[in-house]
């Protein structure tokens, strides 16, 4: 049986870094881009922070809980 080769579909880059460099993104859409990013993280922090804080506050009490959450946000914000 033959194998009939299948066009490539273009994607839209994933990664923020790599639309930047290969020139997807314009400098208009940089804003979009950033709030977007800022968003993902602060939505990320806050999920950790909830899971976390609740292990902490079972294993440590209210200091410890404090403590991970803020080391949550932190985390999950510098990475974006």
Known sequence: ????PQPRRQKKPGIQVRA???????????GAL???AVAV???????????????GWLRGGPKIAM???GTMIVVCSSES
């Open 1 to 4: 049986m033959l194998r009939v």
């Open 20 to 30: 930047l460099a290969t020139g997807n993104v314009r400098a208009p859409d940089w």
């Open 34 to 36: 950033i709030a977007r």
């Open 41 to 55: 993280a602060g939505l990320l922090g806050l999920t950790m922070t909830i899971a976390v804080s609740g292990i």
């Open 67 to 69: 403590v991970a959450a």
